[in-house]
């Protein structure tokens, strides 16, 4: 069987087309934009914008400096009662705020996906129909954040250690430091691109799984593992050219905001607004998943069949003839 990795996105896009612009419906776009909001906060929760921190670590003393007044911060803040249960309070908010917004996108994933499936725009319905699916996917989700974060833990602290030490020594031991190091960095990266392919193929195959079939989470990898084991190469280019398209429309975006002098980027950054502006790019994006796994059989397929046609009106019965006249 031959995998093609265009035709799935021809498909994909012509399904964004005929939902959005054929025709235009602006109620459609706002509620189906709605819910891709709501899917995209998972997105949007994890990522982190670049605070312009500049340590510049190669001078030996600054680095230092910075290291003790860091430390020094630090104890100040366990001596003060008050401040721990300020950090305490505040980290406690975090992790509700972050709960709360990961179930959100979890329900939200299966209300864009019903959308885009049935090409209509729906949000009440889906939501108590396909709350048990984004219940089992928000606690998937927690489960594997609480994995991932004491190993990056395990593997952070270490290699913050070696470098900090390489960086105060001279000669052979900042070559033992940083020889210690490289290992660690490259098992953290492998780890990051699994955790990251994980995370693809629960969203772009497992997520259309457990609609398709009515199923939690644990289910649908069971019945995606075997395709995955068998097809693997394909899965991980298909993740790469994902991965390009991605990168492909952020430049198309990019160039666009120049053009407008940076109007654009002003739209794009309002919550939920610049949701509704690149709605075809997401309802595109959302439908490539599916129409790839549908290449490998019918118990693949994402998309209900296709309506029933309606039972034409039946038509008036013919009068029955009368009797001659009687002369």
Same mark, same amino acid.
């Not at 996108?105 to 090409?119: K, P």
């Not at 990898?221 to 991980?236: G, I, T």
């Given at each position: 069987?031959? =995998?093609?990795?265009?035709?799935?996105?021809?498909?994909?896009?012509?399904?964004?087309? $005929?939902?959005?612009?054929?025709?235009? $419906?602006?109620?459609?776009?706002? =509620?189906?934009?709605?819910?891709?909001?709501?899917?995209?906060?998972?997105?949007?929760?994890?990522?982190?914008?670049?605070?312009?921190?500049?340590?510049?670590?190669?001078?030996?003393?600054?680095?230092?400096?910075?290291?003790?007044?860091?430390?020094?911060?630090?104890?100040?803040? =366990?001596?003060?009662?008050?401040?721990?249960?300020?950090?305490?309070?505040?980290?406690?908010?975090?992790?509700?705020?972050?709960?709360?917004?990961?179930?959100?996108?979890?329900?939200?994933?299966?209300?864009?996906?019903?959308?885009?499936?049935?090409?209509?725009?729906?949000?009440?319905?889906?939501?108590?129909?396909?709350?048990?699916?984004?219940?089992?996917?928000? !606690?998937?989700?927690?489960?594997? +954040?609480? #994995?991932? #974060?004491?190993? /990056?833990?395990?593997?952070?602290?270490?290699?913050?250690?070696?470098? /900090?030490?390489?960086?105060? /020594?001279?000669?052979?031991?900042?070559?033992?430091?940083?020889?210690? !190091?490289?290992?660690?960095?490259?098992?953290?990266?492998?780890?990051?691109?699994?955790?990251?392919?994980?995370?693809?193929?629960?969203? +772009?195959?497992?997520?259309?799984?457990?609609?398709?079939?009515?199923?939690?989470?644990?289910?649908?990898?069971?019945?995606?593992?075997?395709?995955?084991?068998?097809?693997?190469?394909?899965?991980?280019?298909? !993740?790469?050219?994902?991965?390009?398209?991605?990168?492909?429309?952020? *430049?198309?975006?990019?160039?666009?905001?120049?053009?407008?002098?940076? *109007?654009?980027?002003?739209?794009? *950054? =309002?919550?939920?607004?610049?949701?509704?502006?690149?709605?075809?790019?997401?309802?595109?994006?959302?439908?490539?998943?599916?129409?790839?796994? /549908? +290449?490998?059989?019918?118990?693949?397929?994402?998309?209900?069949?296709?309506?029933?046609?309606?039972?034409?009106?039946?038509?008036?019965?013919?009068?029955? $003839?009368?009797?001659?006249? +009687?002369?």
């Amino acid at each position: 069987m031959t =995998i093609r990795y265009l035709d799935p996105l021809e498909r994909a896009w012509t399904r964004a087309r $005929d939902l959005l612009l054929r025709p235009f $419906d602006l109620r459609l776009w706002l =509620i189906i934009g709605f819910t891709a909001w709501l899917a995209r906060l998972w997105d949007g929760s994890l990522s982190g914008g670049d605070g312009g921190l500049d340590l510049h670590l190669d001078g030996r003393d600054e680095s230092h400096g910075l290291i003790r007044v860091a430390v020094d911060r630090l104890v100040d803040v =366990i001596d003060n009662p008050l401040s721990v249960f300020v950090v305490v309070v505040m980290l406690l908010l975090y992790l509700v705020v972050g709960a709360a917004i990961a179930w959100l996108a979890s329900r939200g994933s299966f209300l864009f996906l019903d959308n885009v499936a049935h090409r209509r725009g729906r949000v009440s319905e889906p939501w108590d129909r396909l709350g048990r699916l984004g219940d089992s996917l928000f !606690a998937w989700r927690v489960a594997t +954040q609480l #994995l991932i #974060l004491p190993v /990056a833990l395990l593997l952070a602290a270490p290699l913050l250690a070696l470098v /900090a030490s390489a960086s105060h /020594a001279d000669g052979l031991f900042r070559g033992v430091g940083l020889a210690l !190091a490289l290992p660690l960095g490259a098992l953290g990266l492998l780890l990051g691109l699994a955790a990251a392919f994980v995370g693809f193929c629960t969203d +772009q195959f497992v997520v259309p799984l457990m609609y398709r079939h009515d199923e939690g989470i644990l289910p649908a990898w069971e019945r995606f593992l075997p395709l995955l084991r068998r097809d693997l190469p394909s899965f991980l280019l298909v !993740a790469v050219f994902y991965l390009a398209l991605a990168m492909v429309v952020s *430049a198309v975006v990019a160039a666009a905001g120049a053009l407008t002098c940076c *109007a654009l980027f002003l739209v794009l *950054a =309002i919550p939920y607004v610049g949701t509704v502006v690149l709605l075809p790019v997401y309802v595109t994006a959302r439908a490539f998943g599916p129409e790839f796994l /549908a +290449q490998f059989g019918p118990e693949f397929e994402t998309w209900p069949a296709a309506d029933p046609a309606p039972d034409p009106e039946p038509l008036p019965e013919a009068p029955e $003839d009368s009797d001659p006249p +009687q002369d």
